[in-house]
C-alpha cells in the first residue's frame, strides 16, 4: 500500500515537470537510461531520486534550523559517513543497554540515515521524526539546495573522494546495477563520461568547488571532509566530526575507548559483513555499497594517459583552492 502511495505520488510529480524537461540537455546516463543537465549538473530522471523529485524538493521540503545534512557525490563514501554520524549522533541510546541491538549491526546505513527525497511522499513518521537533530543526506550540489536548506541555517557535512576513486567506484557499482539489457559498461566508456562530467549529479568538480566555496564563506555551519583524510586520520577526524554534530566525546567516553568503538562498528570490515545478505531496496542489493573500501584502487585501472587527463582537469577546475586527494 505504501508503494502504491509513493508511485501514485511521484507520477504526479514526474507529470508536473515533464514539459520543462524536454527542454533540458540529455546525456547517456551510467544505470539509468539519460541524465538531465540543470544548473550546470546532471541529475537522474523517473525515479525518486530524480530531477523531478529535486524540483519538487525546491518548492517544498521544510527544513528544521537543527537538522544536519551530510551531502556528498555517489560514490565518495556516502555509506560510511551515513553510519558514522548516526552512530555518533545516536551513540547514547546503544550503549550499555543490552537489550537494544545497535541498528548497524543489522541495517544498512541507508535505513538509518535517509536521503531527503522520500521526504516528498512520505506520510508515515520514521527514525528522523523521533529524533533531534534530524540527520539527513542528500547529493544535490550547493546551488540547487531547496532554499529552506540554505535559509534555516543548519549544518551540512560534505564529504568528498578524489574523482579517479569515485570513477573507478562507479563504474564498477554502474555494472553491477544497471539492466542487462544495456550490456556491460566498458572503462574506457565510463572514462570518457567521467571526464566530460558526465555523471549523476556531477561533473564531480563542479559540485566539489561548489562546497568547498560555501565552506569558505561559512566556515561553522559547513564541514568539509575527505575520503582519504577521513581513511588516513580516522580517529581525529571522527572526533572533529562529533564536535561538528554537537556531540563532542567526553574525556570519560575518550578513556574508556568510545572513539575507537564508533570506528569499529562503521568500519568497512564490518559494515560489509553485516550488508552481506538482502537488498536496500526493489533491486539494490545492499553488498553493492562495500566494494574495496580503499584509496587508490585507481591505480588498477586507469592507464597512464587516462590519469594524465584527468590530473589536467582537476587541476585547472581546483586551481586556487586547498583540496588535495
Ligand atoms: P569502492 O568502490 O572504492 O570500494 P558511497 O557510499 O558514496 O556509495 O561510496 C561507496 C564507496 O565507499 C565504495 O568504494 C565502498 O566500498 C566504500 N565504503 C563503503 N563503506 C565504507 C567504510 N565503512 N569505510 C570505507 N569505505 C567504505
Known amino acids: 500500500e505504501e508503494n502504491e502511495y509513493e508511485k501514485a505520488h511521484l507520477a504526479i510529480i514526474f507529470d508536473r515537470y515533464k514539459d520543462r524537461l524536454t527542454t533540458f540537455p540529455k546525456e547517456k546516463g551510467w544505470i539509468s537510461e539519460t541524465l538531465y543537465m540543470y544548473h550546470g549538473f546532471w541529475h537522474l530522471s523517473g525515479g525518486v531520486y530524480s530531477i523531478e523529485t529535486m524540483m519538487a524538493l525546491q518548492e517544498s521540503f521544510k527544513a528544521h534550523p537543527t537538522d544536519i545534512y551530510l551531502v556528498t557525490l555517489p560514490k565518495s563514501g556516502t555509506t560510511w559517513m551515513k553510519a558514522l554520524m548516526f552512530a555518533l549522533v545516536n551513540r547514547t541510546r546503544y550503549k550499555n543497554n543490552c537489550r537494544l541491538t545497535h541498528p548497524l549491526l543489522i541495517f544498512n546505513p541507508h535505513k538509518c540515515l535517509p536521503f531527503i527525497e522520500p521526504e516528498i511522499y512520505r506520510k508515515t513518521p520514521t527514525y528522523v521524526d523521533a529524533h533531534q537533530p534530524r540527520l539527513f543526506a542528500t547529493h544535490i550540489p550547493y546551488t540547487l539546495l531547496p532554499q529552506s536548506i540554505l535559509d534555516s541555517g543548519c549544518r551540512l557535512v560534505y564529504m568528498c573522494r578524489n574523482p579517479k576513486d569515485v570513477l573507478v567506484s562507479l563504474f564498477h557499482f554502474t555494472n553491477k546495477l544497471r539492466d542487462k539489457s544495456r550490456g ?20 564531480h568538480w563542479d559540485h566539489v568547488k561548489g562546497y568547498y566555496n560555501a565552506n569558505l564563506e561559512h566556515p561553522t555551519r559547513i564541514l568539509f571532509l575527505t575520503y582519504e583524510n577521513m581513511e588516513k586520520d580516522t580517529m581525529n577526524n571522527v572526533k572533529r566530526l562529533a564536535e561538528f554534530l554537537g556531540c563532542p566525546f567526553t574525556k570519560k567516553e575518550e578513556a574508556e575507548g568510545a572513539v575507537e568503538e564508533i570506528v569499529k562498528i562503521c568500519s568497512f570490515k564490518n559494515l560489509k559483513e553485516v550488508n552481506k545478505h538482502g537488498n536496500l531496496r526493489d533491486d539494490v542489493p545492499n553488498h553493492t555499497f562495500f566494494r574495496k573500501g580503499k584509496v587508490g584502487d585507481w591505480s588498477n585501472h586507469l592507464t597512464t594517459e587516462m590519469s594524465y587527463i584527468l590530473d589536467q ?7 586556487g583552492l586547498d583540496i588535495s586527494f
Do not use: L, Q, R
Open 184 to 203: 556491460i559498461m566498458t572503462f574506457e566508456e565510463a572514462f570518457e563520461m567521467f571526464s566530460n562530467g558526465v555523471m549523476p549529479y556531477g561533473p
Open 313 to 319: 582537469i582537476v587541476k585547472e577546475k581546483f586551481e
